[in-house]
C-alpha cells in the first residue's frame, strides 16, 4: 500500500522544530549576585556575561523530548492514509455543449487538464468519462486521463443552442456511481445544480454584438427585402462594420454606431437576379452571429382544381373558390392534375376521391333555416387559437359521418368541420354549405385551410428554399422509390455527405451560419440560410469563472484509503512525551542542580561575595 497525507497542511507543524531550538539557543541574562568571598567560583558554572544572546546548543533530554514531541504532532495533524493499490476513482466531466462556450474553449484547455492531474493523484487509478450537454453527440471520452483527453478536448466544438443539461448530468451520475465525481463546465452559474454535483465555470464577461434576427418580406413598391435585427449585449456603445455581400462582391457597407443595450434594425432589397445574400459586422470574441446568410424563400408550390359548375353562382360558384385559395402563399389553381382537389359535395352525387382533398358541401336548396345548437371545437392543432365561435351556417345537406372521422367542430349534435382519412392522405370536410353561411366573414377559415395546406405541403416531394437558424430540425420530404435511395448534404464550402433517405427526419441544419442544399439523386429538395439567432447564448454579462473544487482532493483520498491503525498510540505516546518533558525539567528544580530546561539553565544560588 502507498502512503498518502490526508492533511498535507499538517506539514506546518514542522515549524515547530525551529521553534524549540530557538528556545534553547537563548540564554537568562547574568545575575549579579553579592558574594563575601571568592572560593565559591570553582562551585559556579560559567555563565553568559553579555546578557540574552545566542550560544552554543547544549544536548539535554528535555530537548530531545520536545523536538520528537513536534515530530508525533505533525505525523498526526498530516493525517496519514495507506492508499489501496486496488483503488479506483470515476470522474465525469460534463462539458456545456452550448454556443457561448466556444468564447471559453481556449481558458478551458488550460485550467481543466491540470486539475484533473491533481485530482488524479489521489487514487491508485482514475477512470475518466466526457460528456457534451448535446446528448445526440454521444460520449466524447472514456478512459485514463492524457493525451487522448486533450486531444478529445481540442476537437470539442461547442455550438448548441440553449439547452437543459439535466439529462447529461443524470447520465453521468449513472456512469460514476453515487462515490464518483461529476463535474459540470460551463461559463455560468446554473440556478441549480443537482446533489453532489461540482460547478467549473470557466466563463468571463465579453462584449458582443451580433444579428439577432433575419426576415425577408415582399413590399408592393420594392420587391423582396431582407430585414436583420442587430444587438447590442453590453453596457457600452459599439461601433461595428456592417456589409452585405453576393459571394465576395460588396453589394452595400455601412458603419452602425449601437448604443448600450439597444436593438436595431437594417434592410435593403435583393439586387435583381440575385437571391443569396449575406450580411456581416466585423467579428467581436463571439463570432456565432457575426454572419447572417439570406435568401428569397420559395414555398413548394401546391397545386389546387377548383369545382366545376355548369350554372355559376356568385356566391358559392369557381369566383368564390378562387377568391379563397388565391389568398393562400404557394397555392395555385389549375384546370386538372392538381394536388388537391377541391370538392363541391353533391348529395346527388356523392361520390368522393381518394387521396387528400378538401371537400365543400353544396345545397341545392335556395334556403334552410339556421342550424341550432351550441357551437363546440375540439382540440386540435388545425382549430388551436382560431375563433370559430362565431359560425352561423344554415341545416344543409350534410357528408354521413363515419366512424373512422375526427370531428373537429360541432354545432349540436353535427359535426359541421371533421377530417377523414382515405388510404395514407387525409381529407378536410366542410359539412356545410359555405354560402349559406358567414364562414368566408372569418378569418379562421382561411387559417384553417392554410393549416391542413401546410400539413400536406411538408409530405409534398419538391424544392422548397427557407430561412432556418442553426441546429434546427428539417423537414424534408424524399421522393418515394424507385428514385435514389440516398440524400446527399452539400454545406457550403465543406464536404459532402450522403445519408439514407430513411433518416431525412433526423436531418438538421449546421451548427454554423451557412448556406446548404439538400439533393436526392438529380433533384433539389431544400436551399436553405442558417443564420445564429439564440440571444440568450449571446449574452455574456453573467459569465464568471468559479471551480468549486474545494475540498475534492481530500474527499476521494478518505474514500479511497484507510486511516493510519496505530494513530490512537502515536497520540498516547505524544501525551507522554509532553508529560516527560515537563516533570524532568521540575524534578531537577526541586533537587537543586542547574540542568537546562526548555527556556535554558536554571539562575544560580546566591552566595556571598559579587559575581558577574
Not at 545575575?31 to 552554543?56: C, D, M, N, W, Y
Not at 435568401?295 to 382544381?305: G, H, N, Y
Not at 429538395?525 to 474545494?550: G, I
Request: neutral net charge; aromatic residues 6%.
Amino acid at each position: 500500500m502507498e502512503l498518502i497525507l490526508g492533511n498535507p497542511w499538517g506539514l506546518l507543524g514542522l515549524l515547530g522544530l525551529p521553534a524549540i531550538l530557538a528556545i534553547h539557543l537563548l540564554q537568562r541574562r547574568s545575575v549579579i549576585i553579592p558574594a563575601s568571598t571568592l572560593f565559591l567560583l570553582e562551585k559556579l558554572s560559567r555563565e553568559s556575561q553579555g546578557g540574552r544572546r545566542v550560544e552554543r546548543l547544549r544536548s539535554s533530554l528535555p530537548l530531545w523530548l520536545q523536538l520528537l514531541s513536534v515530530l508525533l504532532l505533525t505525523w498526526l495533524l498530516t493525517d496519514p492514509r495507506w492508499l489501496e493499490k486496488t483503488s479506483l476513482q470515476r470522474i465525469a466531466v460534463v462539458l456545456d455543449g452550448s454556443a457561448s462556450m466556444s468564447v471559453s474553449k481556449k481558458t478551458l484547455l488550460e485550467s481543466l487538464p491540470r486539475d484533473l492531474e491533481k485530482l488524479t493523484t489521489a487514487t491508485a487509478r482514475t477512470e475518466l468519462h466526457l460528456l457534451d450537454t448535446r446528448l445526440e453527440t454521444g460520449p466524447l471520452y472514456h478512459g485514463p486521463e492524457g493525451a487522448a483527453l486533450l486531444r478529445m478536448l481540442g476537437d470539442w466544438h461547442p455550438s448548441g443552442g440553449t439547452h437543459d443539461p439535466a439529462p447529461s448530468l443524470r447520465l453521468a451520475r449513472s456512469l460514476v456511481g453515487t462515490e464518483g465525481l461529476v463535474l459540470f463546465v460551463t461559463d455560468t452559474e446554473p440556478p441549480a445544480l443537482p446533489p453532489n454535483v461540482r460547478l467549473y465555470a470557466v466563463g468571463r464577461p465579453v462584449g458582443n454584438v451580433g444579428f439577432a434576427g433575419i426576415n425577408v418580406e415582399e413590399d408592393p413598391a420594392s420587391g423582396t427585402l431582407w430585414r436583420a435585427t442587430l444587438r447590442n449585449y453590453t453596457q457600452e456603445i459599439q461601433t461595428r462594420e456592417f456589409q452585405v455581400l453576393n459571394g465576395k462582391q460588396v453589394v452595400t457597407t455601412a458603419t452602425l454606431t449601437i448604443p448600450p443595450l439597444a436593438v436595431i434594425q437594417q434592410k435593403g432589397p435583393f439586387p435583381t437576379g440575385i437571391d443569396f445574400l449575406s450580411l456581416t459586422i466585423s467579428p467581436d470574441a463571439f463570432v456565432m452571429d457575426d454572419t447572417a446568410p439570406v435568401l428569397r424563400p420559395r414555398l413548394k408550390e401546391v397545386t389546387v382544381s377548383l369545382p366545376t359548375d355548369p350554372n355559376p353562382d356568385p356566391a358559392s360558384g369557381p369566383d368564390a373558390y378562387a377568391a379563397l385559395f388565391n389568398s393562400l402563399p404557394g397555392v395555385r389553381p389549375v384546370p386538372t392534375a392538381a394536388d388537391i382537389p377541391v370538392i363541391a359535395y353533391n348529395p346527388l352525387n356523392p361520390a368522393i376521391p381518394d387521396g387528400p382533398a378538401i371537400i365543400f358541401v353544396r345545397d341545392p336548396k335556395p334556403a334552410a333555416k339556421v342550424l341550432p345548437g351550441t357551437l363546440l371545437v375540439e382540440t386540435h392543432p388545425l382549430t388551436e387559437g382560431l375563433g370559430w365561435n362565431a359560425l352561423i351556417c344554415q341545416d344543409s345537406l350534410r357528408i354521413p359521418l363515419r366512424q373512422e372521422d375526427r370531428p373537429l367542430i360541432w354545432i349540436g349534435d353535427r359535426a359541421v368541420l371533421f377530417l377523414r382519412t382515405s388510404g395514407t392522405a387525409t381529407q378536410l370536410c366542410f359539412n356545410f354549405d359555405i354560402a349559406k353561411s358567414n364562414a368566408r366573414r372569418l378569418p379562421a377559415l382561411v387559417l384553417t385551410i392554410h393549416r391542413w395546406l401546410e400539413d400536406y405541403r411538408r409530405q409534398l416531394p419538391a424544392e422548397e428554399w427557407t430561412l432556418t437558424e442553426c441546429g434546427q430540425l428539417l423537414d424534408i420530404a424524399p421522393f418515394p422509390a424507385p428514385a435514389e435511395p440516398q440524400l446527399s448534404i452539400r454545406p457550403e464550402d465543406a464536404p459532402i455527405t450522403l445519408r439514407p433517405v430513411r433518416e431525412a427526419a433526423l436531418l438538421r441544419t449546421r451548427a454554423e451560419p451557412g448556406f446548404l442544399e439538400i439533393w436526392q439523386g438529380d433533384r433539389r429538395l431544400l436551399r436553405t440560410a442558417t443564420a445564429f439567432a439564440d440571444v440568450r447564448e449571446a449574452d455574456f454579462s453573467a459569465c464568471l469563472t468559479k471551480h468549486d473544487l474545494t475540498g475534492v482532493s481530500t474527499v476521494i483520498t478518505r474514500q479511497h484509503s484507510n486511516e493510519d491503525p496505530a494513530w490512537r498510540a502515536w497520540l498516547l505516546a505524544l501525551l507522554a512525551l509532553l508529560g516527560l518533558s515537563w516533570w524532568l525539567p521540575s524534578k531537577k528544580s526541586r533537587t537543586g542542580t542547574g540542568t537546562a530546561g526548555p527556556t535554558g539553565p536554571a539562575p544560580p544560588a546566591p552566595v556571598p561575595g559579587r559575581i558577574s
